[in-house]
């Protein structure tokens, strides 16, 4: 008897300067699956910070993603932090499982089959090759430690304060899946208008994390930070009419 996969969703975060170069080739990598019926898309689409959306470049992802099967875009006027741009994809997705990728990759077909071994053998969030440029969110665990946080309103920490809450909530730190077959770029093409700290991430949010929700603490835990840390600064409720949506849409 043949066992039937679980399935899941994959989400992409983009913006238009890594059109050409990432996303098209991203997406053509992960056609290349063969899966039929293909896995749903949901592309996040970021807007510009400090300038007019790019129109030219708004009419040329419709329709590039007008030919694949099962795409969706999101697109957003203006810049929109990271934490929004994953939550909103996390959310969108119809299954619980979601592979959440950075547009600057490039994927081997092999890797779907190992990923399929690794989503089928448990529900659980994990990070591949201990990254979160590339990584799985299990929906009922993100609503239990709280969505990424929104008030990082930039790029950056998003992933070391969901790590740390997840820590916090589970007592374990999130695991680490060795999956290969997938090259992380990391490509230094950001969007302009914002203020940088380390590389291309927002000083804003680097800023946020060190001097307002969290500080160094001996009887703190590390998890991805580069020391032990308790946290100051409250959590506020992102969607909370979530659970209410999942438990009685069926009653629609």
């Not at 170069?21 to 510009?48: A, K, Y």
């Not at 909103?88 to 990759?105: E, F, K, P, S, Y």
């Amino acid at each position: 008897m043949t066992l039937q996969k679980t399935k899941y969703s994959i989400v992409i975060t983009t913006f238009d300067r890594r059109f050409q170069s990432h996303l098209i080739p991203l997406l053509q990598d992960i056609h290349n699956q063969n899966i039929s019926p293909p896995n749903e898309i949901i592309v996040m689409i970021n807007g510009p910070h400090r300038s007019d959306f790019n129109q030219e470049y708004r009419k040329q992802v419709l329709s590039c993603l007008s030919g694949y099967e099962n795409a969706y875009p999101t697109m957003f006027p203006n810049f929109q932090s990271l934490a929004k741009l994953w939550n909103r994809g996390i959310l969108t997705a119809q299954h619980d499982m979601v592979l959440v990728l950075n547009d600057d990759l490039r994927i081997e077909p092999e890797f779907f089959d190992k990923l399929d071994q690794e989503i089928n053998s448990n529900s659980r969030t994990f990070r591949i090759n201990g990254s979160f440029s590339h990584y799985v969110a299990f929906k009922p665990e993100m609503m239990e430690v709280g969505f990424f946080d929104e008030r990082l309103l930039g790029i950056g920490e998003e992933d070391g304060d969901f790590a740390w809450r997840f820590y916090k909530k589970y007592g374990r730190e999130i695991p680490s899946v060795n999956i290969p077959y997938i090259d992380n770029i990391q490509s230094d093409i950001a969007d302009p208008g914002f203020s940088k700290g380390i590389r291309n991430y927002s000083k804003f949010n680097r800023e946020f994390i060190l001097n307002a929700k969290y500080k160094k603490s001996m009887f703190g835990h590390k998890s991805m930070f580069d020391y032990k840390v308790t946290q100051q600064l409250e959590d506020l409720p992102q969607y909370p009419y979530e659970a209410f949506y999942r438990a009685f849409i069926k009653d629609l």
